[in-house]
């Protein structure tokens, strides 16, 4: 049993060493290799597998999540033990489901299912209410991006099939090798293994160098970067003030060549009230640049609130206040502003849990009460919109997709702006919650798979960094460093063709979800034929 327990500590450690900004890749192709031995030889040697194989799997998949995702510690320390705890279940509840399968199948259908059971997890977790795909596998290639320009095809769930594939050859081979002791063999394996690996990447990089920019339109933007610490000056700090410094920001890079100015996620951090928007504080300070400079277009973060009166007008997401009798909803926003009286609004869409929401409230809240919100930190249910919005400048064909912090890391998702008619990424984040830390750079990186899904070029606004240009082949191209004051210009190529990816979007994991289904089936009802 020791030997099994290395095993699933040694495939939790690849794991967690391969991941993104601080990992060597490379590592993931053979850090599934262990754990499928594991399961394998429990299979073999004991006939009561079940407990033994939910609590390696436990174990592996803990020694995976500890490292990579510690950091959310610093936002909510319960909230951290909860995403820790409770991503690991998920996964190990779905390694579980291919153990059952494997004791009533063959080698080859039972695998085919392990593929198709884990894609359809990960499409599961970018779904439901307690969605957190940070670790889903296709993410791990977001600093290779000369491997991965296919993903304009797949998305991250091609990435997920690439490391499931090279590591089920690498377990066939090996499992063959110990029974059969056939060196040739497994050289031969070794060498498919080897074949899956390189002949993805060797595409990409033909795609990497014959992809051009050159040629497309361009326009000019700046981001900015106040750095204000959300712990300590954020909600000191007034709305007006926060607007000035952002006027004196945009004002050290501001030229007539500048058609956007992007803020970072909730600059604004005071309320504002929806319907005075137009007319408010806020507003008229950022148009005091506007009159100098009549062709820029302001997208900025902002909490705004909404007060309902009328419980007919109120959703599921709207929030009530028995002492004052009235609903209201809450928003994490961005809104354009140009020289048009009209300001266009956005919603954040894609929430963090019990940061941002109560997770199937209806359900919850009369069992929990107040406890999640206590324990995650939720003051109040955030609303969101269904569709995505594209921010249409004036004197410009630039079109941008305001896509605020979280949102990043969802795929298809970020393809809804791109449908609305986006030919460029503009992201507001505040990553300044997580510290110094991997989360923040995590973030940064998963962006650039965005830009290879959708071929669209990234303006970034973070508020304490880090704010960067990335072109649509997720090459990194300017930043300003974390922790750092100041504001970015940079160029952007805009691009109005719509990848097969955004056609399509996550069809890869709709095709698993399926097979997944009928492999499970069809091994639940040989058995009962067997027992009948």
């Not at 066939?172 to 090798?177: E, Q």
């Not at 920001?249 to 501001?254: G, K, R, T, Y």
């Not at 005075?276 to 009159?291: A, H, K, M, N, Y």
């Not at 919100?373 to 939720?378: A, F």
Request: proline share 3%.
């Amino acid at each position: 049993m020791k030997k099994n327990i290395l095993l699933a500590l040694l495939s939790g450690a690849l794991l967690a060493c391969a991941w993104v900004t601080y990992g060597i890749t490379a590592l993931i192709f053979i850090a599934l290799v262990p754990l499928l031995l594991m399961e394998a030889r429990i299979r073999r040697d004991y006939q009561h597998t079940k407990r033994k194989v939910f609590a390696l799997s436990y174990l592996a998949f803990l020694t995976w999540n500890i490292p990579t995702t510690w950091w959310i510690w610093y936002s909510t320390q319960i909230g951290a033990i909860f995403a820790i705890l409770a991503n690991t279940l998920l996964m190990t509840l779905t390694f579980f489901l291919y153990h059952i399968v494997a004791k009533r199948m063959n080698r080859k259908v039972s695998l085919v299912f392990l593929v198709a059971i884990w894609l359809s997890f990960e499409k599961f977790h970018l779904t439901w209410d307690v969605s957190w795909p940070w670790l889903n596998l296709g993410n791990v290639f977001s600093e290779q991006v000369t491997w991965i320009q296919w993903y304009e095809y797949t998305g991250t769930f091609g990435g997920s099939l690439w490391v499931w594939l090279v590591n089920i050859v690498l377990f066939i081979g090996l499992t063959d090798y110990l029974s059969t002791k056939n060196r040739k063999a497994f050289a031969r394996k070794v060498g498919v293994a080897m074949l899956f690996f390189a002949i993805p990447v060797v595409i990409s990089y033909f795609q990497y160098i014959n992809y051009s920019e050159a040629g497309k339109k361009t326009i000019n933007a700046i981001v900015l970067q106040p750095n204000i610490d959300p712990y300590q000056e954020k909600y000191a700090l007034s709305n007006q003030e926060v607007g000035r410094l952002l006027v004196q920001l945009a004002s050290e890079n501001i030229d007539d060549q500048v058609n956007f100015i992007i803020t970072p996620e909730t600059v604004f951090a005071e309320n504002i009230k929806l319907q005075d928007l137009p007319v408010s504080w806020e507003v008229s300070i950022l148009r005091t640049l506007l009159s100098y400079y009549p062709n820029v277009n302001w997208i900025a973060g902002a909490s705004m609130i909404e007060f309902v009166r009328d419980k007919k007008l109120t959703t599921s997401q709207s929030n009530y206040l028995p002492d004052y009798g009235f609903w209201y909803n809450d928003y994490n926003s961005a809104f354009l502003l140009n020289r048009n009286a009209e300001v266009s609004l956005y919603h954040k869409s894609k929430l963090v849990v019990a940061v941002e929401n109560f997770p199937y409230q209806q359900v919850l809240k009369p069992i929990l009460g107040e406890t999640l919100i206590n324990l995650g930190g939720t003051v109040a249910l955030k609303t969101t919109q269904p569709e995505r919005t594209a921010f249409v400048g004036v004197d410009t064909e630039g079109k941008a997709a305001p896509i605020i912090c979280y949102e990043t890391i969802y795929g298809e998702f970020v393809t809804g702006y791109i449908k609305k008619g986006a030919n460029f990424l503009a992201i507001l984040t505040n990553d300044a919650w997580w510290r110094d830390t991997q989360g923040y750079k995590q973030l940064l990186s998963y962006t650039r798979l965005r830009a290879i899904e959708t071929r669209r070029s990234v303006a970034r606004s973070a508020n304490t960094g880090v704010s960067a240009f990335i072109n649509s082949r997720g090459d990194i191209l300017k930043t300003l460093p974390y922790g750092t004051q100041g504001s970015l210009k940079g160029t952007i190529a805009l691009n109005d063709e719509v990848t097969f990816y955004v056609q399509m979007g996550d069809y890869i994991a709709r095709i698993a979800y399926f097979l997944a289904f009928f492999v499970f089936l069809y091994a639940v009802l040989r058995k009962r034929e067997k027992r009948s």
